[in-house]
């Protein structure tokens, strides 16, 4: 049986340590996809020692922001981050999950006025151990796979 | 506290500093009020409100209190008769009426209009409820009333009654309880209890909590019974409301065990919850409830407008 391999990247991102199956969300939060961006790999339910499967995406000739990265906490909040330059990685950090989430999670609360008028939907984050967020609008919280099923 | 331009949204927005500065200042009013007749601080000034769904008394009780204050008034009672109906956004409507207003006041069935419009608008603006979210001044007026009747909010019992699921007066009053030294028993239906993540908050904070569907055992231990209507137009389901229709009916049989400094509360309009003989008894508070609405929109309205400080 053939291995897959993973081309290495001269210049761009890694995002190492996403769980299994989520690879794709993370690339669709952080807008990877576009037809115009670089170059993307995704690499899926690779063996780890730490989460026995894992995701990695691989972005080549963009340097995300850590706020851009940190977006991904919500769904991968052990994820890694690795900017490599001239195929090194010069730099490492773990993502973390920033005091507001702004424009990617929408509210579930159908009367939210997030849902109705021409806003970009706000939360704070209350609690991070677990992740609770609260509706700048609504004020409602959510918690757990409320937060998935919204991202 | 800076209060000249600033926003009256959620009681969460709210120090407990914030909350008895607004309710020393409605006390200073209703006492000037009651010496002079009337008052001047808002001569010029024009409050805006609102209501894209209907409420008379929060509306009259706005308005009472800006001509109170000598100011006037221009706004809506209905969504129906504005451009929204044509399709306008929120955030236009409240654009174009900041053109013609000192101060907004708005009230929309949806949750965070109010907040969506503080963004949108550089004059103030005061929340008079946005769904079942917050109805800030309304617990301003329930906190004044109760420190009115008891002259103190600390130490006391306090009942909240009916609807708890989807009461927006009962999740603020009961947010802003939190910065007393009180004990809470909610009492209401299985199907209508209060919100898990605000019962959560509340113990978080150190407030004791009970919650019973037992009403007549509870009497006994109150100072305040804050009743609330179940709210028929919020059931997203009419079998679920007719499953809890009519589940609490506060009369003077029931008030026998009551203490006899008891008062009980209501944001009313009242159905069928608080029969009309117990409005002649000593326990019965939420008409004098309803008055304090005017001293304490007068505090918000003079402050917000920065004419009173």
């Known amino acids: 049986m053939s291995e897959l391999k993973v081309t290495a990247i001269k210049e761009g991102t890694v995002i190492d340590h996403i769980p299994a199956g989520k690879g794709l969300k993370v690339i669709e939060i ?43 906490a919500l769904i991968a909040p052990n994820a890694t981050v690795n900017i490599v ?60 796979d409320e937060i998935l099923g919204n991202l | 506290m800076d209060w000249k331009g600033r926003d009256v949204i959620s009681i969460r927005d709210f120090s407990k500093e914030d909350i008895e500065f607004v309710l020393r200042v409605a006390e200073r009013l209703e006492n000037e009020l009651n010496e002079k007749g009337s008052l001047d601080y808002a001569r010029g000034k024009i ?20 001509h109170r204050l000598g100011g006037s008034v221009i706004g809506f009672s209905s969504a129906a008769s504005t451009s929204v109906k044509k399709g306008e956004s929120l955030a236009d409507t409240i654009k174009t009426v900041e053109q013609y207003s000192d101060v907004i006041v708005i009230r929309h069935p949806m949750e965070g209009a109010a907040r969506l419009a503080a963004e949108v608008a550089d004059i103030p603006v005061i929340n008079a409820g946005d769904g079942s979210n917050q109805h800030p001044t309304q617990t301003l007026l329930d906190l004044y009333t109760i420190k009115r009747a008891f002259g103190k909010i600390d130490g006391l019992t306090i009942g909240l009654l009916g609807d708890l699921k989807y009461g927006r007066t009962v999740h603020s009053l009961a947010e802003a309880l939190a910065f007393y030294d009180v004990e809470l ?125």
């Open chain 1, 30 to 72: 952080l807008r990877l996809n576009r037809v115009n961006g670089g170059v993307l790999l995704l690499a899926a339910n690779v063996s780890s020692g730490k989460l026995g499967r894992k995701d990695i995406v691989k972005v080549e000739g963009k340097f995300l922001s850590e706020e851009e990265v940190n977006k991904i």
């Open chain 2, 47 to 66: 409050l805006a409100t609102l209501f894209f769904e209907p409420s008379t008394r929060t509306r009259l009780s706005f308005e009472s209190a800006m």
């Open chain 1, 85 to 144: 330059r001239d195929y090194r990685v010069a730099e490492k950090f773990r993502v973390s999950i920033p005091d507001e989430i702004v424009g990617i999670l929408r509210c579930p609360n159908p009367n939210c006025v997030s849902n109705h008028e021409y806003v970009r939907s706000r939360f704070h984050v209350e609690g991070r151990e677990p992740l609770k967020l609260r509706c700048h609008y609504c004020e409602r919280t959510i918690e757990g």
């Open chain 2, 185 to 309: 028993y909610l009492i209401s239906p299985e199907l209508l209890r209060m919100p898990k993540h605000i019962v959560d908050e509340l113990r978080e904070k150190g407030v004791k909590v009970h919650e019973t569907t037992d009403l007549e055992g509870t009497i006994p231990e109150l100072d305040v019974l804050y009743v609330t209507r179940i709210q028929r137009e919020r059931f997203p389901d009419e079998e679920e409301y007719l499953k809890v229709k009519g589940s609490y009916r506060v009369n003077c049989e029931l008030l026998k065990s009551a203490k006899e400094s008891m008062k009980i509360m209501h944001p009313l309009p009242r159905v069928d919850e608080i029969h009309p003989e117990v409005d002649k008894s000593a326990h019965a508070l939420y008409f004098r409830q309803v008055f304090s609405g005017v001293p304490v929109r007068m505090a918000l309205l003079g402050l917000t407008l920065g004419v009173i400080e």
